[in-house]
């Protein structure tokens, strides 16, 4: 039989998913529990099992059209109807429209007396005509466990419980079991050996005083799933796992741009700001700036007529706003026009949790255009590293989903944690400002570079920071052969620079001089040396010709004596050139 | 056995009518089970308290809805409605001294 056609026990590729609605929970799973099949829920105290079942069977009557039975074995259905719906869980109207039926088995170990052999049968009939009088699809039982207190003979009762399995699974109804944790293995009373197809651990871990939850499928039969221990939430909505893996990139994207409130750094940013809807991480060390050059972008946006929400994790509203104001921000005529909005929180109030969820509470009824967070890192302390991205990554998700602009600032601490808490979050943003200050001559000053902005051309120029009553303002600070210098050092700096130019331009006119004393004596010795030679060649020509009239005289002389001696063979020899022949022919 | 199967008690053996005992055993079809329990309820009833009991059997294949009422899980169950406070008792009843601290019939005795 078993090897009788491929087709038969070819495996199918998918094993039938019950989606769960519970956000991200489905995204973890693969698409929900295994349909027709029942999971295992377990968990310490109040770490949300009951929740988790009750949300299963809300939404999947509300949104699926798949009615449920939920068999309390511990909160009467008055309790559990007022508890979830502090959820938001409308169960009690579920329940009256007959898409919910609620039980609750009552069980009371002092009332009963056991007297030879029994069966769960009640449970079963009870169970059944349940499910049949609203055609259940769905089944939450609450938990289980409860009848190992209230029934002694555990032989007869594990039993039953294998058998109620398997009675499940034969109804075809999707069901999940909630179970205590135990203390070597999942349940207390060992329940995940009769549950073999999912189980779900949920833990409520504190960690430095913090309480997060946490939830991970240990064990999903025939389908693939996420391993990991995902944070979730319990919210005004209801459950939220935060998949981080699973979040999507494909928000739609402006090509619009906001300006800082800075124009130097608009300036510096391809000379427009920043994109909308884009995600900015502002780092620096404690007192570089990070809230003022925040709220100088909360103002400007504010008056550009966009509402801004500013998380502050670390001074009041108030304190804010009077510090702003000694640096020329009037941010509270913005606060009273409704555009601006505080939301102020001690980190250590809750966990990261619930700070995310009264953070989407926030934005979702305030819905603004921009959102500043300062600083993000002050939630590190609410939770781990990891945590805290993704945290950081489910808030930038959201806003970039809602075109929301945010800036998030970070606190850094010099030295090599610089680049510790960035890393982490610095791939989840868009442009990254570092503001630091430097140290010498006696006093701190303040510089900010781009680190990096996606998608625009940036400045890569240090710019000198300064914050004055008048506001933040950018100037070029002095980079030079010496480094790059700020504060008094820069303008001492360019002073120095500006009596060495003086003193070049006055050596170079010196030397100018100097090149036209020299051109004039040389002028005045030319002058000396051409009267010399003027004289000296007059008293040349001179004797040049007394010279000649000389030689002229004496060969006057010579011929006048060679004709008186009639040599005349000696004429011809005798005659010099220039001497004209007429003169021996004479 | 049938459902609501009801002993009448017997008048005038006794003139303690006003505490008639209200038994109700609860069954899931005819089983063997149940069948044990309702003949060593009966035996029990006879011998300790004849002539002021009344028995009520409730099949819960045919009423589901009964069980949730006197929070039936397991099957078979008697549960002494009357007098109060309400016992339960599980299981097949072939354990007769038990059944007896069960009812608190034991110490009457």
Redesign the interface.
């Given at each position: 039989m078993s090897n009788k056609s491929p087709q038969s026990t070819s495996p199918t590729t998918h094993l039938p998913k019950c989606p769960t609605g519970i956000q991200g929970l489905d995204e973890i799973t693969g698409g929900g529990v295994p349909r027709g099949r029942p999971t295992l829920v377990c968990g310490g105290a109040g770490c949300g099992k009951t929740l988790l079942a009750a949300e299963f069977l809300v939404r999947g009557a509300a949104q699926f059209d798949e009615p449920g039975v939920f068999m309390s074995f511990e909160e009467t259905d008055a309790e559990l109807k007022a508890n979830v719906a502090s959820l938001g869980f409308d169960l009690a109207g579920l329940a009256r429209r007959k898409k919910i039926v609620l039980?609750h088995?009552?069980?009371e170990r002092s009332?009963?007396?056991?007297?030879?052999?029994?069966?769960?049968?009640?449970?079963?009939?009870?169970l059944?005509?349940a499910i049949d009088s609203i055609g259940a699809k769905r089944v939450v039982l609450d938990t289980l466990e409860a009848?190992f207190a209230?029934?002694p003979n555990e032989a007869i009762l594990r039993a039953e419980l294998r058998r109620l399995f398997r009675w499940l699974k034969d109804k075809g109804v999707t069901a999940i079991i909630t179970a205590e944790r135990g203390r070597e293995q999942l349940t207390r009373h060992g329940l995940e050996e009769y549950v073999s197809d999912c189980v779900i651990l949920l833990d409520h871990r504190v960690h430095d005083q913090i309480a997060t939850r946490h939830l991970r499928v240990v064990k999903y039969r025939g389908a693939l799933h996420g391993t990991n221990e995902f944070p979730f939430l319990i919210g005004d909505e209801g459950l939220s796992v935060l998949p981080i893996t699973s979040l999507g990139l494909n928000h739609k994207v402006s090509s619009g741009r906001i300006s800082t409130g800075i124009p130097r750094l608009d300036a510096m940013l391809g000379g427009r700001g920043f994109f909308r809807g884009s995600s900015i991480l502002l780092t620096g060390t404690p007192g570089t700036g990070k809230t003022s050059v925040a709220a100088c972008f909360a103002q400007a946006a504010a008056r550009r007529g966009d509402r801004v929400l500013f998380f502050s994790f670390e001074e009041s509203p108030n304190q804010i706003i009077r510090n702003m104001r000694s640096i020329g921000l009037r941010l509270e005529p913005l606060v009273q026009g409704g555009l601006l909005r505080f939301h102020a929180a001690r980190p250590t109030l809750c966990g990261l949790e619930m700070h995310l969820a009264s953070m989407f509470k926030e934005i979702a009824a305030f819905q603004p255009r921009v959102v500043i967070v300062d600083p993000i890192t002050s939630l590190l302390v609410a939770g781990t590293d990891f945590e805290t991205k993704g945290m950081v990554t489910r808030l930038i998700d959201f806003l970039k989903g809602g075109q929301v602009t945010s800036l998030f600032t970070s606190l850094t601490h010099g030295g090599h944690a610089l680049a510790q808490s960035e890393i982490a979050m610095s791939s989840l943003m868009d442009s990254w400002l570092l503001l630091q200050d430097f140290e010498g001559n006696g006093e701190r000053n303040r510089v900010l570079y781009v680190l990096k902005a996606r998608g625009m051309a940036h400045s890569n120029q240090v710019r000198e920071f300064l914050i004055s009553s008048r506001g933040i303002d950018l100037v070029d600070a002095y980079i030079g052969p010496s480094g790059v210098l700020t504060g008094s050092a820069r303008v001492a700096q360019t002073a120095r620079e500006k009596a060495e130019a003086l003193a070049s331009r006055q050596e170079a006119a010196r030397r100018q001089r100097e090149l036209q004393r020299k051109r004039t004596v040389l002028e005045q010795q030319i002058a000396g040396l051409r009267s010399e030679y003027e004289t000296e060649e007059v008293e040349l020509r001179r004797m040049d010709e007394q010279a000649g009239a000389r030689t002229h005289a004496l060969t006057t002389e010579r011929t006048e004596l060679a004709r008186l001696r009639h040599a005349d063979a000696s004429t011809a020899a005798a005659r010099a050139p220039g001497q004209p022949i007429s003169k021996s022919q004479r | 056995m049938k459902t609501s199967t009801v002993q009448r008690p017997r008048s005038g053996s006794h003139r303690r009518s006003a505490k008639i005992w209200q038994l109700r055993l609860?069954v899931?079809g005819q089983?063997p089970?149940s069948l044990?329990?309702f003949s060593n309820l009966k035996t029990i009833c006879e011998t300790h308290l004849k002539g002021r009991y009344r028995i009520e059997v409730i099949d819960?294949?045919e009423q589901?809805?009964l069980?949730?009422g006197d929070?039936?899980?397991?099957?078979?169950?008697l549960v002494r409605k009357l007098p109060q406070p309400?016992?339960?008792?599980?299981?097949?009843?072939?354990?007769t001294e038990?059944?007896l601290?069960?009812l608190d019939l034991r110490p009457a005795d």
């Open positions: 039980d088995v009552y069980i009332e009963i007396t056991e007297t030879g052999e029994y069966d769960l049968e009640g449970l079963f009939v009870r059944n005509h009848l209230g029934l | 609860y899931a089983t089970k044990t329990a819960l294949l589901p809805q069980s949730k929070q039936i899980l397991a099957i078979p169950t309400v016992r339960k008792i599980i299981g097949d009843l072939s354990d038990r059944v601290v069960g």
